[in-house]
């Protein structure tokens, strides 16, 4: 109840700041987010959470929900149409027409507003490095869209490992092909490795493990390279192509859709995964819920040691999926209105309401205090929650940190971030991604299709090292050596700065 008490402190000082909520006439903000309920009705008229949000802050907030499936295509369209929305979330900040309409305008220039900490507290405790990951040509265009660092891991059927006579945990890379190893051998008809049609997550958690960097790396000279020229690289394939080779991968991986992934592990067809952390406990939740499991059957692992003892994990995000972007369909007069409004979005009320809505509706408290989903008669509130609160939190940020009231964590959710926290000193950050290549700019997404097909190839012995080299020569041939060059004269500059 403390920790409740001392977030009211916090609200009430967060309504002191926001200078906008006095205003006797609403600001009509106009807003453009992705939504994972596209089948399903938003409740726009009387809505207690829009609602709130006005009477908090002044704003009357009206909401276009594009379904996530079309976002990207969806945003496209909008950069060219003249009646932009005011605020827009931006779901990849490194695309193409996202770095071309910042550059010609299309978005308000907030570099000085986000270091501002006495008109805006909250953006400004925002990590430099993380903004510095969305900038363009050393700008920063949006606020970034918060996400758990480093994030991604190993997690698998500790209960499975136990009847293939693994007990321990693994904490080098020989242990988890130990572990992988006897998992393959469980029976015909199942995997040890989930594998799907996304394989680059997988893919470059191998091989950072083994020490290949995460997409480029800066040699021993000080130059920028591409991972797959690092020997770590084929290392980490070769472990995937040894475990598809035992039987230890669906050989038909590659045709399994991604919303099919979490299926495969309910149904006891694999028992391990390279993934987001967060499904680990999520899967072990459900099997409490739907299968009745009362033991503990996941386990997490954040990083392995090689050889040397040294880790290098494979962060799943730079710190952020995306950002919120200030079009210059606010005028120059409303534009410190509206970052005061993207202030208070960060603060905890409106992260709470932005995330969860409003207590008693779409979240609620237990005597501790502790948040909750649903009421605890066990009530289903999910149509309610989907038609109030539906997509809501694609406008959230949590810019300085989680500062929602705390939900009561089970022993597997507390060591997920104890895992975060312990190993993002180990992350292989990628020192290209915020320059600019112009040939990334213009043909980033065809020439990354190469060394993921081919990598993929290779992992299913469809080609052997010799096609696979072939594959990067084909890169570096139609684009991969120009954009080399460009990120080492762009990154040489930033140093020298």
């Not at 950050?429 to 700019?441: D, G």
């Not at 081919?454 to 096609?467: L, P, R, T």
Request: aromatic letters at 10%; proline letters at 4%.
């Amino acid at each position: 109840m403390k920790k409740l008490l001392t977030l009211m402190l916090a609200i009430a000082l967060a309504l002191s700041m926001l200078s906008i909520a006095v205003a006797e006439e609403p600001l009509t903000v106009t807003v453009m987010l992705p939504d994972f309920y596209s089948t399903e009705d938003f409740q726009t008229e009387n809505n207690p959470v829009l609602e709130a949000i006005e009477a908090a802050t002044g704003v009357k907030l009206e909401i276009n929900f594009v379904a996530n499936s079309t976002y990207g295509e969806a945003v496209a369209t909008t950069l060219t149409d003249s009646n932009m929305p005011m605020l827009m979330a931006v779901t990849d900040a490194r695309a193409t027409n996202i770095i071309n309409s910042a550059r010609a305008g299309a978005f308000w220039d907030l570099t000085d507003y986000v270091s501002d900490a006495e008109n805006y507290p909250y953006l400004a405790q925002g990590d430099p490095a993380v903004y510095n990951n969305i900038s363009v040509d050393g700008r920063i265009y949006g606020i970034f869209r918060s996400r758990a660092y480093p994030r991604a891991g190993i997690y698998y059927r500790s209960d499975i490992a136990k009847e293939v006579g693994i007990e321990k945990e693994p904490e080098t890379i020989e242990e988890l092909t130990a572990l992988a190893e006897a998992l393959a051998g469980y029976s015909d008809d199942t995997y040890a490795l989930n594998m799907c049609s996304y394989t680059d997550g997988t893919i470059n958690l191998i091989t950072c493990a083994y020490g290949a960097p995460n997409v480029w790396g800066v040699n021993a000279d000080g130059d920028i390279y591409p991972a797959h020229e690092d020997p770590a690289y084929l290392e980490g394939l070769n472990w995937l192509r040894h475990l598809y080779e035992i039987g230890g991968i669906d050989p038909d991986f590659i045709t399994i859709d991604s919303t099919n992934w979490d299926n495969i592990e309910r149904t006891g067809k694999a028992f391990m995964r390279f993934d987001c952390l967060d499904n680990g406990y999520r899967q072990q939740e459900w099997f409490e819920t739907n299968e009745g499991v009362t033991d503990q059957i996941f386990e997490i692992i954040g990083g392995l040691k090689k050889d040397d003892g040294s880790i290098t994990i494979w962060p799943q995000n730079p710190g952020f999926a995306g950002e919120i972007m200030v079009t210059k369909a606010v005028s120059e007069a409303d534009l410190p209105k509206i970052l005061k409004f993207l202030d208070w979005c960060n603060g905890p009320e409106g992260q709470m309401l932005l995330n969860w809505g409003v207590e008693g509706v779409t979240y609620w408290l237990d005597a501790e205090g502790y948040r909750l989903a649903a009421p605890e008669d066990g009530t289903d509130v999910t149509a309610q929650v989907h038609l109030i609160q539906h997509s809501l939190n694609q406008l959230g940020m949590n810019v300085p940190g989680d500062l929602c009231i705390a939900e009561k964590r089970t022993p597997l959710r507390a060591e997920y971030n104890e895992i975060n926290a312990e190993f993002a000193q180990y992350a292989q950050v990628n020192p290209c991604y915020p320059l600019i290549s112009e040939t990334n700019v213009a043909y980033g997404a065809t020439l990354s299709q190469i060394i993921s097909d081919a990598a993929v190839q290779y992992i299913a012995h469809e080609i052997d090292e010799d096609g696979l080299r072939a594959a990067w020569q084909q890169w570096s041939d139609e684009g991969g050596a120009m954009m080399t060059e460009e990120y080492n004269e762009a990154y040489h500059a930033a140093q020298a700065d």
